[in-house]
């Protein structure tokens, strides 16, 4: 199942970008350019999910590890909205453990339940473990609190549900449960309600009336009053920051070297505009994201991993970065502009690609991607939309925002990410996944590259998800054998057996 093609080479060294929580003054800092137990059988996979900016399909973005709740309406009763404290933010402690044992639990991102051995403590904490925990060192994989939280018992989607509620900043989310039987449920719906009373009762004696805590890690959407492409010109954005060139480590440049033609798209966190620069006449696409919305959506880690991997990589293949510097308000990168159009508009005006055109393509994007797992850097959102063409045909992968650093071969994450036609059965499953993820994803943009269509596909997610789970990919006849042998490898669901999920990576592959 070797990829046989020649590589086609371009002058120039491309790269790309991404942001959770940091202060203004980290981003300050670093924005100056480069230089067994018992377990328990989970529920099926299936689920809705999360949209984040750029063009469809839309890229879901979350912690599994912290994943939880349903819709924060339609849930019948009356609730006060209360604070849930961010998962990460709170040690787990030593503290008298008040119950615990086996709950299901709704995933946040994909609405399935997933059976977790959870442990309530005194002190609030409320941690949930895949297999029941041996020792007190075990990582949760759900991590928060119930200080000061809302709690109501009721049958719909399931019997025996209970629901605690909060605000995640200024928004309502939930977090749903459900057990066996209505004794069980009785025990922790008291529990909970015990500690919390408790703790808010100690809260206000010592301090007065409790304060919204942290925010849990999942995300919720949200929408960034958008400027008039008329304005953009015109509005009123300092223009004073500083930036080192990404070769000379010298020049400092900003807003005020660049004249802004015109807008090349706009997203949640702002715009991508096409401008000239003043000095040497050469045309860039400048990422222009608003600070706050940033900290608002909880993607300055996000942000500044995209940073630190345009600043780091330097491929034929990827997008490369010029310059990246801030304003009072903004941060900005100047990148290079690819003008041959994404890769998604093309095959849709031509429907599908000869088998010998994709083998080109996808040698550039195997190339590119295996560079990226040499230096310890997962793609997670390979898709047709992020797949851009030079003036000479040559691919360059773009958008680096969903990329996760220090993953070399048998080190894994588990954030649920990327975009729903695309994602890996391991990220559905709730698994650990490493670099096996992007070598799926490539065998799913050959397939729509050759056969004209996805995989997989379904407008409900519960049923694209089960699709992707438990379906074999199907082939049209008219594709060769090599083709068919090629792309069954890559998207094999187990990622151990998957075509390029071993040691060798890109090597299994071309």
């Keep these: 199942?070797?990829?046989?093609?020649?590589?086609?080479?371009?002058?120039?060294?491309?790269?790309?970008?991404?942001?959770?929580?940091a202060s203004l003054k980290s981003m300050s800092t670093a924005m100056t350019m480069p230089s067994s137990n018992n377990s328990h059988p989970s529920a099926h996979q299936s689920g809705a999910a999360a949209q984040q900016q750029?063009?469809?399909?839309?890229?879901?973005?979350?912690s599994i590890g912290s994943g939880g709740g349903g819709s924060s309406g339609g849930s019948g009763g009356s609730m006060t909205p209360i604070s849930v404290q961010n998962a990460n933010a709170i040690a787990i402690s030593n503290s008298t453990i008040v119950k615990e044992g086996w709950l299901y639990k709704r995933g946040e991102h994909i609405k399935n339940w997933r059976s977790r051995y959870f442990i309530l403590r005194a002190d609030g904490t409320l941690v949930g473990y895949k297999t029941r925990p041996d020792t007190a060192v075990t990582e949760p994989s759900n991590n928060f609190t119930v200080r000061g939280c809302q709690i109501m018992s009721i049958d719909r989607p399931r019997p025996f549900t209970f629901i605690i509620r909060g605000l995640q900043w200024t928004t309502v989310i939930e977090r749903m449960f459900h057990v066996d039987d209505e004794e069980e449920r009785k025990a922790w719906v008291d529990a909970i309600r015990r500690v919390a009373n408790r703790l808010n009762e100690e809260e206000v004696y010592q301090t007065g009336p409790a304060s919204s805590l942290q925010p849990d890690e999942e995300e919720e959407d949200c929408e960034m009053g958008s400027i008039a492409e008329d304005e953009l010109l015109s509005e009123k954005i300092p223009v004073y920051g500083t930036s080192t060139d990404k070769i000379s480590g010298k020049?400092?440049?900003?807003?005020?070297?660049?004249?802004?033609?015109?807008?090349?798209?706009?997203?949640?966190?702002?715009?991508?505009?096409?401008?000239?620069?003043?000095?040497?006449?050469?045309?860039?696409a400048i990422k222009i994201l608003k600070k706050d919305v940033i900290i608002q959506k909880d993607e300055v880690a996000h942000t500044m991993a995209e940073n630190r991997v345009l600043k780091t990589t330097n491929h034929p293949f990827l997008i490369s970065l010029k310059y990246s510097f801030q304003t009072v308000d903004r941060l900005c990168f100047v990148m290079q502009y690819v003008n041959g159009g994404e890769l998604f508009f093309h095959l849709s005006r031509e429907r599908i690609f000869p088998e010998d055109r994709t083998r080109f393509y996808a040698a550039e994007i195997i190339s590119a991607l295996g560079y990226l797992h040499s230096h310890g850097i997962i793609y997670r959102d390979l898709k047709l939309e992020n797949l851009l063409l030079d003036k000479d045909g040559h691919i360059k992968i773009a958008d680096f925002g969903l990329c996760k650093e220090d993953i070399t071969y048998g080190r894994t994450t588990k954030t649920f990410c990327g975009t729903p036609e695309y994602l890996a059965p391991e990220v559905l499953e709730d698994n650990d996944y490493g670099h096996a993820v992007d070598w799926w994803g490539t065998g799913v943009v050959m397939y729509e590259m050759i056969c004209g269509r996805l995989p997989f596909y379904n407008r409900d997610h519960d049923i694209l998800f089960t699709l992707i789970l438990m379906e074999e990919v199907k082939f049209p006849r008219q594709?060769?054998?090599?083709a068919r042998s090629l792309l069954s490898g890559l998207l094999v669901k187990n990622p151990k057996q998957r075509l390029g999920g071993g040691q060798e990576d890109a090597k299994e592959i071309m």
């Design 479 to 482: 594709i060769s054998a090599n």
């Design 1 to 21: 199942m070797k990829m046989s093609s020649q590589m086609a080479q371009t002058a120039g060294a491309p790269t790309a970008i991404s942001i959770p929580p």
């Design 54 to 62: 750029g063009a469809t399909p839309a890229t879901m973005t979350g």
């Design 251 to 284: 020049m400092k440049v900003t807003l005020e070297n660049f004249e802004f033609l015109k807008v090349l798209g706009k997203g949640t966190f702002g715009k991508v505009i096409l401008c000239r620069e003043k000095s040497t006449a050469k045309l860039y």
